[in-house]
C-alpha cells in the first residue's frame, strides 16, 4: 500500500510540474507578446536626432510597429490634437512625448500591432507535456497489470474451487507484494478447511460408531423393559413381591437407558464445541481496532448510531481472536434482533475485570426465554423467519469460560444488552 501511495504522490507532483511548466511558458509568451511593442518603440526613440529623423525610419526592421504619427507642440487646431490622442478601435496606438536635448518638441505616437502567438512552438510544448502523462499513466497501467490484474486473473478461479471443496493441491505463490500475502492466507485457508474437513469425517466415523455401539447397549434395557412390561399386562406374576421386583427393574433400565442418552448429548455437544483457544495477553485498543474498524462501517450502512464510550487501554487476558469473533457475534445479532436505531459499546472495570457491554435498541425477550438464552439450539420467538441455528450465544459463552471469563445477558427498559467479562 505504501509503494501504491507513492504512485499518487508522483502522479500528483507530475502533473504539477507539467501543469507549472506549461503555464509558465504560456504566462512568458503573453508577457512577452504584451510588451515587445513597448521595446521596439523605446529603440526608435533612441536613435532619433531630430524631427526629421523620424521619417526616414525604416519600419521593415521591426515585428510589432507598422506606423509612426509626430504631433509638433506647436499645433494648436484642437481637431488635429484630438484626433492625435483619440484611441483608433481598428490599432493599437502608444503615445511617447519626444524630446531632443531635455527640448520638449511634441509626441510621438506609435501604432502597432501585437505578434501572434508560436503556435509551432505552443504545440510542440503540448504535445510534450501530453506525452510526459500518457507515458507515465502506460507505466502505471503496466504495473498495475503485471501486479494485480495478471495475478488476480489466477486467483479468480480459487474462491468456485473452495466452495465446490476442492481443498487439495498447492496454490502457487505470488511474488506480488500486493497478492502474496493474500495468496498466503489463501493457501492456510485452503489447508485449514482440509483439515477441518478430514477431522469432520473422523468425527461422522467415530459418532456413527458411537451411535451403534450406543444403540446395542440401549437395546438390552429396553427389552427387558418390554418383557416386565408384558408380564405385567399379562398378569403374569401372581403375589406383591414380583409385581414390585418387576416395577423396580423397569426403573432401573429406563435411569440406564437415560444415561446412554445423555452420552449421545454430551457428545454431540463435544463435537460443536471443539473450539481451541489460545490464551495469552493482548491490549483492549488491539481488539476493538479489529471488530470497530468493520462494524462502525456496517453501522454507518445500516444508518444505525453507533456510540463507542471512552475506555482505558488496559492489557487482557484471553484469545484475541476467539474475543473478536464473541463481539462480532453480539454485533450481529443486534443487527439481527435489534431495531436498527442505536447501538452502544461502553467499558468499565469490577474486580480486576475488564467488562465489555453492547447494547442495542428494540424489543426484549420474555422472562422465560431470557433463561435460556445462552443454551445450545434455543432460538426465541423473536427469531421467527431468521436464518440462524441457536448456537451463537451458546459457543460465546463456552468460549468465554475457556478464556476464563464469562458473558452474561441484561434486559433494559429499551433494549438488550451483552456483557463480556476478560480478566
Not at 331 to 343: L, P, V
Not at 349 to 355: G, I, M, S
Not at 383 to 404: P, T
Amino acid at each position: 500500500m505504501k509503494n501504491y501511495n507513492r504512485i499518487i504522490f508522483c502522479s500528483i507532483i507530475l502533473y504539477l510540474f507539467v501543469a507549472v511548466v506549461l503555464g509558465s511558458f504560456l504566462f512568458h509568451s503573453e508577457n512577452q507578446r504584451n510588451h515587445f511593442y513597448r521595446v521596439e518603440a523605446n529603440r526608435i526613440l533612441s536613435t532619433l536626432t531630430d524631427i526629421q529623423s523620424i521619417e526616414n525610419i525604416n519600419l521593415d526592421a521591426y515585428e510589432t510597429i507598422w506606423k509612426i504619427d509626430f504631433l509638433d507642440k506647436e499645433i494648436s487646431n484642437q481637431n488635429v490634437v484630438k484626433n492625435f490622442f483619440q484611441e483608433d478601435n481598428a490599432n493599437n496606438i502608444y503615445i511617447q512625448p519626444f524630446y531632443i536635448h531635455n527640448d520638449f518638441l511634441g509626441y510621438i505616437k506609435f501604432i502597432y500591432k501585437l505578434p501572434v502567438f508560436n503556435i509551432q512552438k505552443l504545440i510542440l510544448i503540448a504535445e510534450i507535456s501530453l506525452f510526459i502523462l500518457e507515458f507515465f499513466v502506460l507505466v502505471v497501467l503496466i504495473y498495475m497489470k503485471k501486479k494485480l490484474v495478471e495475478p488476480f486473473q489466477r486467483l479468480s478461479e480459487l474462491p468456485i474451487q473452495l466452495a465446490k471443496g476442492h481443498l487439495k493441491g498447492h496454490i502457487k505463490e505470488e511474488k506480488s507484494r500486493y497478492l502474496g500475502r493474500f495468496m498466503w492466507g489463501m493457501g492456510q485457508l485452503k489447508d485449514t478447511l482440509d483439515v477441518s474437513r478430514q477431522r469432520q469425517i473422523e468425527l461422522m466415523k467415530e459418532q456413527k460408531k458411537m451411535l451403534l455401539s450406543l444403540s446395542h447397549d440401549i437395546k438390552t434395557p429396553l427389552n427387558l423393559i418390554k418383557l416386565y412390561s408384558k408380564a405385567l399386562e399379562e398378569d403374569i406374576y401372581t403375589n406383591e413381591q414380583d409385581k414390585r421386583n418387576a416395577v423396580h427393574q423397569i426403573g432401573q433400565k429406563s435411569q440406564e437407558i437415560e444415561k446412554y442418552v445423555e452420552e449421545i448429548i454430551q457428545s454431540s455437544r463435544e463435537d460443536i464445541l471443539d473450539l481451541p483457544v489460545h490464551n495469552s495477553e493482548f491490549y483492549l485498543q488491539d481488539l476493538l481496532s479489529k471488530v470497530m474498524n468493520v462494524y462502525a462501517e456496517q453501522c454507518a450502512h445500516r444508518h444505525i448510531d453507533l456510540e463507542l464510550s471512552d475506555f482505558e487501554n488496559r492489557l487482557l487476558k484471553g484469545d484475541i481472536e476467539r474475543c473478536q469473533e464473541v463481539l462480532e457475534n453480539l454485533f450481529e445479532n443486534a443487527f439481527k434482533y435489534g431495531d436498527g436505531r442505536r447501538i452502544e459499546v461502553s467499558f468499565y472495570e469490577e474486580d480486576y475485570c475488564q467488562l465489555i457491554r453492547l447494547f442495542s435498541s428494540g424489543s426484549t425477550v420474555t422472562d422465560n426465554e431470557f433463561n435460556h438464552l445462552f443454551e445450545s439450539f434455543f432460538r426465541g420467538t423473536n427469531a421467527k423467519g431468521m436464518k440462524g441455528s441457536g448456537l451463537g450465544l451458546y459457543i460465546c459463552k463456552e468460549l468465554m469460560q475457556k478464556m476464563d471469563g464469562t458473558i452474561f445477558a441484561e434486559k433494559c427498559e429499551d433494549g438488550m444488552a451483552f456483557i463480556m467479562v476478560l480478566r
